[in-house]
C-alpha cells in the first residue's frame, strides 16, 4: 500500500472510528471523495445511510452466543444473520425463539440466517424452512441443490419466508456468480432470490457492483468482505485493506436503495474476529460518509 492510499484508508478509518469502538490517530479532517464534494454531510442519526449493515454471526463463529451478541454491540452493528453455530439446526421451536429473542433484547434484528445447505429433499428443505419460521427470520441463505427448484418454490409460498441462494466463487460447481443463481431462480416466484458474496464474485471474475445492480430485483442478503487480490484463489482481509472496490459496492447498494442485510463476513482470525471485523466497520462507515446519497 501505498503512501498516499494509507493516508486515504487512515481518514476513512477517523471519520468511521466511533461507529466501530476502535481508536484512529487524528490527521485531517476527513473530505468527500473525488466528485462528490457537493455531496451533503451524512446525518449523525444514521451513518449507514438508509442501509442496514449488520454482520454474519459466521464472523464470531468461535464466540458462545452471549459473547457473540456482546461482540456485534460493540461494534456498533444492530443486524444480524444468524449461524447455526449460535442458533443449532437441531433446536427446539422454543430455543430458535429464545435465541432470537436474545439478539432483540441487545437490540440487534436478525434479519437472516445461514448459509445452511439444502438438498433435492422436501423433508429437508422443510426443516429449514421450519427453522427460520420459528426464529421468525425473514430470509435464509442457501446453498441448495439445482435440482430443488420447484421444492423451493413451493415453500416460500406456504411460508412467505425468502430465500438468498449464496454463490460461492470458483469452485462451485453450481452456483459460482450471482448470474449463475439468477438463472436458477428467475422462472419461479420471487422469492427466490440471491446472497451476493462480494469476495466469491470477485474471485469467479465478476464485477460485485455490476452484479448487484443487475440483480437488484431478487437481491436479498449481502455479505461484504475484502479480498488480498482479485485472483480466483485470494485470500480475506479486513475490509479497506484489500483489492475490492469496496466504494462501487457501497455506491451501487446505495443506488438501488437496497432494503436486505449487508453483512460483514470476516473470515480471517477466527480466534480473533473483533478487531479485524471492528477494523472493517469503521473503514465503511467512512467511505459511506463520502458517497452520494442514493
Request: aromatic share 6%.
Amino acid at each position: 500500500m501505498n503512501e498516499t492510499s494509507l493516508l486515504s484508508r487512515r481518514r476513512l478509518l477517523q471519520a468511521g472510528a466511533l461507529a466501530a469502538g476502535v481508536a484512529a490517530p487524528v490527521l485531517v479532517r476527513p473530505t468527500p471523495a473525488a466528485g462528490n464534494a457537493a455531496a451533503p454531510p451524512t446525518p449523525a442519526s444514521d451513518p449507514w445511510r438508509g442501509l442496514k449493515i449488520g454482520v454474519a454471526s459466521y464472523s464470531l463463529r468461535t464466540m458462545p452466543l452471549e459473547a457473540a451478541i456482546k461482540a456485534i454491540g460493540r461494534v456498533g452493528l444492530s443486524y444480524v444473520s444468524i449461524k447455526d453455530a449460535h442458533l443449532p439446526r437441531k433446536s427446539t421451536p422454543e430455543e430458535r425463539r429464545a435465541v432470537a429473542q436474545k439478539f432483540k433484547d441487545a437490540g440487534i434484528t436478525p434479519l437472516s440466517c445461514g448459509n445452511i445447505g439444502m438438498s433435492n429433499n422436501e423433508a429437508n428443505i422443510r426443516d429449514a424452512f421450519e427453522y427460520a419460521r420459528d426464529a421468525g427470520i425473514p430470509t435464509i441463505v442457501c446453498s441448495p441443490d439445482p435440482a430443488s427448484m420447484p421444492l423451493l418454490d413451493k415453500m416460500v409460498k406456504e411460508f412467505d419466508i425468502k430465500i438468498a441462494i449464496h454463490n460461492h466463487g470458483p469452485e462451485d460447481k453450481r452456483f459460482p456468480s450471482p448470474y449463475d443463481a439468477w438463472k436458477a431462480v428467475e422462472k419461479y416466484d420471487r422469492r427466490l432470490g440471491l446472497c451476493i458474496d462480494v469476495g466469491h464474485t470477485q474471485r469467479a471474475g465478476v464485477d460485485p457492483a455490476e452484479s448487484i445492480l443487475k440483480c437488484r430485483e431478487r437481491l436479498y442478503d449481502v455479505h461484504l468482505k475484502d479480498l488480498n487480490s482479485r485472483q480466483p484463489r485470494a485470500g480475506v482481509t479486513e475490509v479497506g485493506r484489500g483489492a475490492l472496490d469496496i466504494t462501487s459496492i457501497l455506491q451501487a447498494l446505495l443506488t438501488i436503495r437496497f432494503a436486505h442485510l449487508v453483512g460483514f463476513e470476516y473470515e480471517k482470525d477466527a480466534n480473533d474476529p473483533l478487531p479485524g471485523l471492528a477494523e472493517s466497520v469503521g473503514y465503511t462507515r467512512g467511505v459511506l460518509r463520502s458517497l452520494r446519497p442514493a
